[in-house]
């Protein structure tokens, strides 16, 4: 079984950066894709990044294109996600998920099938 364990989250202000990470075990992540998703207080979870299996492909939310970088170091079996330029709005439980294998990245909650417990960031004004 895939698990997926995120870290990197924490308190910071606005314009700072954070880097979070999201460590696979149970097997390899490289033939998966990956992608990330917030859940601010109050609203739905919402699609952040995705990145295909080969990292040929990326995908981003308008809301964090230009601030924010999606990654994966299939050799560590982790994802990444570069936040920079933060704003209050970004605070959310940000979430790791795995995709189904070989599959196209998306930003559509039911194609990822492993979820993480999520890392919570808050980016005070």
């Known amino acids: 079984q895939l698990q997926l364990v995120e870290s990197g989250g924490g308190l910071v202000q606005a314009g700072d950066s954070l880097r979070l990470s999201c460590a696979a075990s149970g097997r390899t992540i490289s033939r998966y894709p990956m992608g990330w998703f917030r859940r601010a207080p109050g609203k739905e979870r919402e699609f952040v990044a995705a990145i295909s299996w080969n990292t040929d492909i990326t995908y981003y939310a308008d809301s964090v294109k230009g601030r924010f970088t999606i990654s994966r170091d299939n050799t560590k079996n982790t994802v990444y996600l570069q936040m920079n330029s933060l704003k209050p709005e970004d605070t959310a439980v940000y979430y790791c998920?795995?995709?189904?294998?070989?599959?196209?990245?998306?930003?559509?909650?039911?194609?990822?099938?492993?979820w993480g417990q999520g890392t919570q960031v808050t980016v005070s004004s």
């Open positions: 998920a795995a995709g189904r294998a070989l599959a196209h990245p998306t930003s559509f909650n039911a194609a990822y099938d492993f």
